[in-house]
């Protein structure tokens, strides 16, 4: 075997873990197994800006982010970025930074990510929508901290924060994120 089929044969042997999610919320990877919160307008083929919806598909998991006043950085292979209280993201679709990280104060409709409740305090930026975003089919899908109930996302994966930490310490950035209209049926 020659020198480069060997590097190819490699890279297969070596194809790093998926994670899945199902809904209505379980999120898997590697023989492992938590709950989650999805959109509260489900798992759906054609997202739209502020339906509600997570999006069906397979996305690369591009950045993490987190609030060092809260926590310490988190252990990832993943880019791993601190928060400031002027982090925001644009999700106005007329807006030529949409679905992307803005400094506040900014002009355009924008999420806040320093936020009080505590759900952006670890955050992965998910690679839906954004090379390049197309206006309207979405923007600010994350995987963040769920809400103690574990109540609807507006379209995000939210899951607790041992879950998040432990789900972003096996990941790096050949992970893919895929999200499915089916239920898991006892899938690990």
């Not at 199902?22 to 054609?46: D, M, T």
């Not at 950085?73 to 930074?97: N, Y």
């Not at 041992?162 to 895929?178: N, V």
Request: include cysteine; charge should be negative; aromatic fraction near 6%.
């Amino acid at each position: 075997m020659s020198h480069d089929g060997g590097a190819a044969a490699l890279c297969v042997i070596l194809r790093l873990m998926d994670v899945h999610v199902f809904p209505p919320g379980s999120i898997s990877w590697s023989g492992r197994r938590f709950r989650c919160a999805l959109g509260a307008g489900g798992v759906v083929k054609e997202k739209c800006e502020g339906d509600g919806a997570t999006p069906e598909g397979d996305f690369p998991l591009r950045l993490v982010m987190y609030r060092p006043d809260r926590m310490e950085r988190p252990k990832t292979s993943l880019s791993v970025r601190a928060l400031a209280p002027d982090d925001g993201w644009c999700d106005d679709p007329e807006s030529p930074h949409y679905n992307t990280l803005v400094r506040l104060p900014f002009k355009d409709r924008h999420e806040v990510l320093w936020r009080g409740d505590g759900v952006y305090d670890l955050i992965v930026v998910i690679g839906y929508n954004d090379d390049p975003p197309a206006p309207g089919l979405g923007s600010a899908i994350f995987i963040h901290l769920a809400k103690p109930d574990y109540g609807p996302t507006e379209g995000c994966v939210a899951l607790g924060l041992e879950g998040l930490k432990s789900l972003i310490s096996d990941c790096d950035e050949e992970t893919r994120l895929i999200i499915r209209l089916g239920q898991a049926n006892g899938q690990a």
